[in-house]
Each structure stands twice: as structure tokens, then as C-alpha cells.
């Protein structure tokens, strides 16, 4: 029997906010939502921005007046709304209109004077020098010379998916010399964590200590100066490297951070890189750890902080990314709106580069039933599928129909084929390309098509977020959990209408909300360069809530409902505090450290210094019949 892989916490931040207890999402959908979940929403927003404080539990403005939710909204509604979503890119990031860059300029025929100590070693042929007081030298260049001259220029991309303004992830924990994505990734599983309601402690009480996996990375490393851009810099700017900068620009080291910094584990861990689809396909490895039972609990996310010079410049130099000129010929206007930068499916010219990090708390349904767990979804399949011989690398291929088809036929098994047909919707990669809203489509509307799909609901998160590359996926599941939460699919809001070209027979694109009521399934779609194709199955809660019913009976699953009622109490206890402010980040750095002299190690078991059960040797019978 294998076992189910439920999603019992999720969280993070990007540019809609913080992802748990379906905030961000809600962030996305603030015109659909009632007065009393806008202004909290609105609320929530403030105090991360620091546009409004929080003291003795109560919103205040900087002179401690005590503000009411309405009165939020009516002051800073404006500046909420512009400082969330995609936007102009900010000064924290870099100066778009002033972008440093280093221009190269020939001289000859000139003198000029320094210090010994800054002269080129070895010294060119065609210098002379002549000794001046204090050290100086006069040098005169009997040819030319080539030198390099700071400059400043305009970036041709000017938009990009943010965290709210005034929120800053290195703020909330000792977070010196940290590059953002790690900063991201330590708050961002805090989040996913916290949003459980179950303290880990708890957790690790009823699992091995190797059944719990993480599997977490960055398509783009850690680019910025405390990471491998630093590192690479260094000698062009005449600088050293520091011993941080390579080790912690690794890939794979927003894993490494959770397991030594905020879990502790000694369980599984992985990073899988697959460009763009990268979340599903880490994904996919908690599914199956969980499915096989070799882990009972999982943590499955990303993080991503490419708005760095030179990734802006990469994957501009693609044609990949909307340009100011770009945006302004689709508009048909010279004023550019930056927040419409984002357009899935209408008339686009490239995608938004965006920051996020995303994470998913997995465990199996026995577990989460024993434990009270909030069951928030299940993630029962990611298909994945290459292109085959490519012409052109970043070319789409039919990888992602072999995908897709999987999934819709597999969801069919667990709901029904009425149930792909009547209640599910689809999250589509949407990467704002010309050339995505046609392929993608065509392919949208051709699956459909094969399984009897009229009108296949299609939404786009990357409308409001942006690409975030290897968070991308992430941000998807994470939006699906608040369509099956709220029963509404978001439009896709930064287009007048679709496009022409978009292939839409069997498909419903709509540029508003729409409410649709027993959603089951979600498909969520990613294409990624060098076709790396993946589709993923996430289920509705109340379809687990039936397969639990099914498996586990009655009685255990009303025994589960009344455990589940302090779980959500705890959980409702973090969410109030994080409302205030108050994120209490899991940082654990240098404490509890496993002194391996401590192990125990018999033939049939390890037991490990600070968890309750002891690792078990599973009996292996794979090859039994070979021995």
C-alpha cells in the first residue's frame, strides 16, 4: 500500500507577500475578497512594508496612535499596492536609469601621477617612471594604453517581481555575509514550518532519524556579492575573495542551511536542478520518498535572488526579458506601465524576472492523521519529459505534452475522468513569452481536446510574481492551495484581453477572478530551457479528506479531525504573530551540535545523540531472489 504524500504546511515570500495561510495568494485576488479580508490582508502587508507598527498588539502609526483596519487601508492602500507585485525595479536592488559598468578608454601620449605601491606588476615596457616625495611616482606612457573607466548606463529592463518594499529577509535573523537566497531560504522554511501548527521537536518524535529528506536549491547559484558574483568580481575590481563567497554561492546550499541551520537533520538530502521546472522536480523526489516509504516527512522548495546586473543582462541578452522599449511598443503608448510587465497569454514581448523562495511541508497520510496535522492538499504525481534532438536549446518541444497527457491521466484514476473534465484547472508555466502563449496554449488545448476538457479553467501566477526561475513551480502549487481554499481562480489582471494567436478552443483564459466551486485538481505546467519539461498533480483537500475516509475508516479519521482542532489553534497562533511582525525565525547556528563519538552502533540499528527513535536498518528483499 503506498502511502499518500499530503502537504501539511506550506510558506514563503516574494513579490505578493508572505505565502502562508494563503496571504500572498490573497494579495493576487484583493478585488474578489470582502471588506474584512481585504483591509487584514492590506494590514498584514503594512506592517511587513514597515509603513505601520505594531505595540502591545495593537497597529499603530509612528507616533504610537492606535489605527484600526480601516484606517490602514485609507492611508496606505496606495502605497501597499504599489510596492507589492511586479514593479520598477528599486534602488536596493540596483539603479536601472545608472547601471555601473566599466568602459573601456585608450590613451597615449599622457603622464600622470600615483602611488609606487599601486603600479602594475610587472610594469609595462612602454612606461617610464620617475621617483617624486612620499612615495609618489610621475609615470609618462610612451604609447598608448588601454584603461578601464567607471560608467553609467541605462538597463533596457526596468521591471521586476520584488518582496514588498521596506521588507528586508536579512533582517529578521543574524543573517551577516549571507547572500539573499539563503536569506530567503532560512525564512522562507521557517514559514512553511511555523504554518504546520506541530513544533518540529514534535515531529522528529515519531520518525527515524533518516525519514525526514530536504530537497531545496537555486537554478542561478547565489549571484550577488556575498555569494559567487562577489567572488567572480573580485579580481577585476581589484578586491580578495573572501572564504564565504564560493561555499556559500553553491547551488545546493539553501539545503545545506535548512538541515544545519534550521531542522538539524540527518535525513536525506538533495538538490535537483531542471531550469525553470526546478521546484517539480524536487517535488517529485519528496513524492517518491514519501510514496516508497524511505522518508515520512519532507521539505520541498526553492529559492531564487537573480535581480542581480548580470542576470538582468544574461537573460537579456536572450531576447528573453520585456524591455522598456518592448513594453512600450506593446502598449501602443510612450508611458510604460511596469506593473503590467508580466503578460501571460495577451500581447507580451519577455518575461519578468522575479525573487522568491517557496517551500512545502510533505508527510504521509498515516503520519499526519497520528499527529493532527492540517491537510491543506496532496501532491500525487510530477511527470517529467525531455524534447528529444533540439534545433535551438531555449526552443519548446513535445516533452511537455507527454507531460501533461500523464498527468491528466493519472489525475482521471484518482478523481475520475468527470473529475478532470468538470473540476480541474490548470496553472500554466505562462512565462509571458510570444512564443509560450502560443505553444503553451496549443498544447493546453489539444490535451483537452483528447480528454474531453471544454472550457479548461487557465491561470497564470507569473502575471502577479513575475519568473522566478527556480521558485517558479513553487509559486504555482502555492497558488493553487488558495484557489481550492477560496474557490477562485485568479485573471490574468495585466492584459486588456488575449491574444489573437492563443490557441483556446477547448480553454477559458479570463482577465478577471472567477469564482468556481468544487475545484478538485490543479495541473501545474512548467517549461524550462533545455527542455526540461514537468507537469504536476496537486489534489484538493477535499479530495484527501475522501481518500482518507476510504483507507483509514471512521473513526481514525474523526480521531484525526479532533487532534487537528489544536494543531490549527497553533498555527493560528503563529500566523497572528507574524501578523504582527513577529516571524521568529528558526536560525540555530553552533548549538546541539551531534558529537558522532556519541553514536551507538549495533548490527541492527544507530542510535543518534538528540532524537527519540533510533535509525533502523530496513530489511532489504529487492534482489533477494538474485542471492
Known sequence: ?????????????????????????????????????????????????????????????????????????????????????????????????????????????????????????????????????????????????????????????????????????????????????????????????????????????????????????????????????????????????????????????????????????????????????????NLQKGIDLIVSGQARVVLVGNAEAPLTQECIDGYGAMGALATEEGLRKVGGSDEVDFRRASRPFGDNCGFTLSESAQFVVLMDDELALALGADIHGAATDVFINADGYKKSISAPGPGNYLTLAKAAAAAAQLVGIDGVRQHSFVHAHGSSTPANRITESELLDRVAAVFGIENWPITAVKAFVGHSLASASADQVIAALGSFRYGVVPGIKTIDKVADDVHQRHLSLSTRDREIAGLEVCFINSKGFGGNNATGVILAPSVVERMLRKRHGEAAFAAWQARRETTRANAQAYDEQALHGQFDILYNFGNDLIDDQQLQISEEQIQVPGFNQPLVFKKDARFSDMV
Open 1 to 281: 500500500m503506498s502511502r499518500l504524500p499530503v502537504i501539511v504546511g506550506f510558506g514563503g515570500y516574494n513579490a505578493a507577500g508572505r505565502s502562508s495561510f494563503h496571504h500572498g495568494f490573497r494579495r493576487t485576488i484583493l478585488e474578489s475578497l470582502n471588506s474584512q479580508a481585504r483591509q487584514e490582508t492590506l494590514a498584514g502587508l503594512a506592517v511587513m512594508m514597515k509603513l505601520v507598527e505594531v505595540r502591545d498588539g495593537r497597529h499603530c502609526d509612528a507616533d504610537g496612535n492606535p489605527l484600526s483596519l480601516a484606517e490602514i487601508e485609507n492611508r496606505h492602500a496606495t502605497a501597499i499596492l504599489d510596492g507589492t507585485l511586479v514593479r520598477r525595479i528599486e534602488l536596493r536592488h540596483l539603479d536601472v536609469d545608472a547601471a555601473h559598468w566599466q568602459k573601456n578608454l585608450s590613451i597615449s601620449n599622457a603622464q600622470f601621477t600615483t602611488l609606487r605601491k599601486q603600479l602594475p606588476e610587472p610594469l609595462p615596457a612602454n612606461w617610464i617612471i620617475e621617483e617624486l616625495e612620499d612615495g609618489q611616482v610621475l609615470v609618462t606612457l610612451q604609447d598608448s594604453c588601454d584603461i578601464k573607466v567607471d560608467s553609467y548606463r541605462a538597463l533596457p529592463v526596468k521591471s521586476a517581481g520584488q518582496l514588498p518594499s521596506g521588507f528586508e529577509p536579512g533582517e529578521l535573523y543574524n543573517s551577516r555575509f549571507h547572500p539573499r537566497g539563503l536569506q530567503l531560504s532560512v525564512v522562507a522554511a521557517t514559514d512553511a514550518l511555523r504554518s504546520t501548527g506541530i513544533p518540529w521537536t514534535r515531529i522528529l518524535e515519531e520518525v527515524q532519524p533518516d525519514e525526514v529528506a530536504v530537497f531545496a536549491g537555486s537554478i542561478m547559484s547565489q549571484l550577488d556579492e556575498n555569494g559567487f558574483g562577489g567572488m567572480m568580481q573580485s579580481r577585476l575590481k581589484g578586491g580578495r575573495v573572501t572564504a564565504k563567497q564560493c561555499p556559500l554561492g553553491l547551488n545546493t546550499m539553501p539545503a545545506d542551511f535548512i538541515n544545519a541551520y534550521v531542522l538539524g537533520s540527518v535525513g536525506t538530502t538533495g538538490s535537483v536542478t531542471g531550469a525553470c521546472a526546478t521546484f517539480l522536480y
